[in-house]
């Protein structure tokens, strides 16, 4: 059976979600940064759908595509800021909450560069995209489908 795009099938959860994705887009947030969020997380999750969109996302707002290349070894990369790398580290940690949690290091960090409502909006940030992973891999949406 065809799995069935969750807008089509539920349009108000889709709704929900469009709702926070137009927050974490209102946020201070560089949008380059929110692309690289969005690419890392898509990249743990396997979510080619999301890492298809948010790369060329990200190109157009002017991210080199050097640094896209480095993103998924961006622990041995020196391309990224420390700013970025904290983020990167929450992103991953926030990800894979089921491993360890997000460490006192990481968010203290978050906490020194974008302070307490930088840490809230670059958590949801996280959690949107997380979200938007899981709908599209396991809804098995498709380059130029509609989630």
Same mark, same amino acid.
């Given at each position: ?5 969750? +807008?089509?099938?539920?349009p108000e959860a889709y709704k929900a979600m469009r709702?926070?994705? /137009?927050?974490?887009? #209102? ?10 969020? +969005? ?5 743990? &999750? ?17 991210? #080199? ?9 961006? +622990?041995? #990369? ?12 929450? /992103? ?5 909450? #089921? ?15 974008f302070g307490e409502h930088g840490v809230a909006q ?10 938007? &992973? ?5 809804? +098995? ?7």
């Amino acid at each position: 059976m065809k799995r069935r795009a969750i +807008k089509d099938v539920e349009p108000e959860a889709y709704k929900a979600m469009r709702t926070l994705e /137009t927050y974490t887009q #209102s946020t201070p947030i560089d949008p380059k940064l929110r692309e690289l969020i +969005k690419i890392r997380a898509s990249q743990i &999750n396997g979510c080619a759908f999301c890492i298809d969109m948010h790369t060329q996302e990200a190109i157009a707002r002017g991210e #080199s595509a050097r640094r896209i290349f480095a993103l998924s070894a961006w +622990k041995e #990369s020196p391309l990224f800021t420390e700013e970025e790398r904290a983020v990167l580290q929450l /992103t991953e940690e926030v990800t894979l909450i #089921s491993e360890d949690g997000v460490a006192d290091d990481t968010y203290d960090k978050i906490v020194q560069f974008f302070g307490e409502h930088g840490v809230a909006q670059l958590i949801m940030q996280i959690v949107v995209i997380n979200s938007w &992973n899981r709908i599209t891999v396991s809804t +098995k949406q498709i380059f130029g489908s509609a989630v």
